[in-house]
Each structure stands twice: as C-alpha cells, then as structure tokens.
C-alpha cells in the first residue's frame, strides 16, 4: 500500500507539473512517446514431489530443494526432507493428498505405485518421471544426470558427477594401498522392527558400498535382504557389522547388538554405521559413504581423505 501511495503520488506531480508548464509553440509537434520494449516472463519453476531417498538426496544436492513440496517416508532418512509434507510409503501412495500439493512434477524411483495411481496422476496432468534404482554406480550417475537435465542444472549435475568420481577415486586408491591379504568380511544388517535384523545379500545398496569401500560381502548365498539367523551369521564370520545409524538405536547400541544369537557367538567383530539413506540407496554422496566404511574396516587414511 505504501510503495502505491507513493507511486500514484508522483504520478499526480507529473501531471501537475505538465498543467503548470507553458504551452508550445501551436507549430511545435509532440515528440511521439517511447514504446515500452516487451519482456517475456520468467516461468516459474515446477512444484515437485520427490519419492525415493536417492531421488530426494540428488534434488537437494542439485540445490532445487525449494521446489520440493513433498516427499515420501523414505526420504524422511533426509534431515533436508523432513520439514516437508508427507506423501506416504513410496510403494502405496494416493492421488488425491498428491494432487492437492499443487506440484507439477513427480519424480520418483521405480519401486513407487501403485501403478492405477501413477496413471491418475498422469491423467490429472501431472508429469511422472520414474528413474532406475538398481543399486549400482552407473545407475547413480545417470540418475544425476537425468535429474539435473530435467530440471534446468546440468552444470550442478556435472559438478555432483565429478564429486562422486574424485570420492570413489581417492577410496579405490586408499583400498588399493592398504593391501590386505585378506579383504575384510563385511555383514550389512538393518532392523526391520523390533527383534527383527535383516541381512542385505547381493544386488543391494549395501552389497555395491562394500565393493567399492575394498571388502567383501559375507552373504552372497541370495539377492535382496532376508531376515538374520544365528547359522547364517556363524557361517558368514564378518569382520565388521555394518548397520544405519537407527538401526543401531534399534537394538540398543553396540551392547545390545552384541546381545543378539549369532553375534553373541561370533567372536572379534567390529561395528561401525553409516547414515541411513546410504544404506537404502546409491545417491550423489556415495563417495562419502564409502570412505566412512573404509574408516570402519580400520583402512589407512590417505592424504586428501
């Protein structure tokens, strides 16, 4: 109201000051005013909703975290995601609480559905972007990338890329150097809830974190997670248990973990956690994660790690 008080006072100068100015000569014609050059408007970036803690995690770091109006109970891993509005579980979402967010965009990791409601949201005009969670380093980086292409960041996305790279770089060489005759053997655990640990077999996050961090996984009998026993873990005989940060909290801290049939009877293990979203999914900090396993397995640090 101020800034229209004051414009509309000048206004009313400007004309006094014309009424008060003497008249031209009748021979002198007006200078025909300036046409005022037409600017486009700016469009305004897209609403979004992110399902997926690697999709939300490459959003934030891409630096579009503004744009996110909600996200799932995965992303809530985030500490950046959880001052946003809840979506629900990726893999039993609904149209409607979706639709009334206002959000253009839904980018979301291929394990959201169910199906009929990305087809609703579809319909309604939303746009639907899915993107491969396989839990591999190629698929992190074309995640990156495909996310940043579509939202306008392909420089940030180059940047999050070579940062990925120069990470994984430095822990191949600090893996390299240590030389160990006997690679370290390494049990991922997660409680599922309470007196429930799940074990993370082959083709999981996890199982590629410990491949690049120099170790072994100690379960490759199956793919996927399955619920922990006391023979599997006495036949796996880890090295290091690897679990998420709430998970530790779970079970009681380390005292309580070393509580738990199986790794009461396996002797000489060591714990170390890793954050959460890291176990669930490959995201733009990998590289971190890597060399914060590679303090656990006790590796050498290196200059520049």
Do not use: C
Request: proline fraction near 7%.
């Amino acid at each position: 109201m101020k800034r229209v008080t004051v414009l509309l006072a000048a206004l009313l100068l400007s004309q006094a000051a014309l009424a008060a100015a003497p008249a031209a000569p009748a021979a002198a014609k007006a200078a025909p005013a300036p046409v005022a050059a037409k600017t486009a408007p700016v469009p305004a970036a897209p609403k979004l909703v992110t399902v997926g803690p690697a999709v939300t995690e490459t959003v934030f770091a891409l630096g579009a975290g503004a744009q996110v109006v909600g996200v799932d109970d995965t992303s809530l891993a985030l500490p950046v995601a959880r001052s946003r509005p809840k979506v629900g579980y990726q893999r039993a979402l609904a149209a409607e609480p979706l639709l009334a967010l206002g959000a253009a965009w839904l980018l979301a990791s291929e394990e959201a559905g169910p199906p009929g409601v990305l087809e609703q949201l579809r319909t309604a005009g939303m746009e639907v972007v899915v993107l491969s969670n396989l839990p591999t380093l190629d698929a992190a980086r074309q995640r990156i990338r495909t996310l940043a292409t579509k939202l306008g960041r392909v420089s940030e996305g180059e940047a999050l890329v070579a940062e990925l790279e120069a990470d994984l770089k430095r822990a191949a060489a600090r893996a390299a150097s240590a030389k160990q005759a006997k690679p370290k053997r390494i049990l991922a655990l997660y409680a599922r809830g309470a007196n429930a640990l799940m074990v993370a077999g082959k083709d999981t996050a996890t199982d590629e974190l410990i491949r690049l961090a120099g170790g072994v996984n100690a379960v490759t009998g199956y793919t996927g997670h399955r619920p922990l026993t006391a023979e599997a873990v006495v036949g796996a005989a880890p090295d290091i248990i690897l679990l998420p940060g709430s998970s530790l909290e779970a079970v009681g801290g380390e005292a309580g973990l070393r509580l738990v049939p199986g790794l009461s009877q396996v002797q000489g293990w060591k714990l170390t956690t890793i954050e959460d979203v890291h176990f669930m999914s490959l995201g733009p900090k990998l590289g971190k994660a890597v060399q914060r396993l590679q303090d656990g397995m006790g590796l050498p640090a290196q200059d520049g790690t």
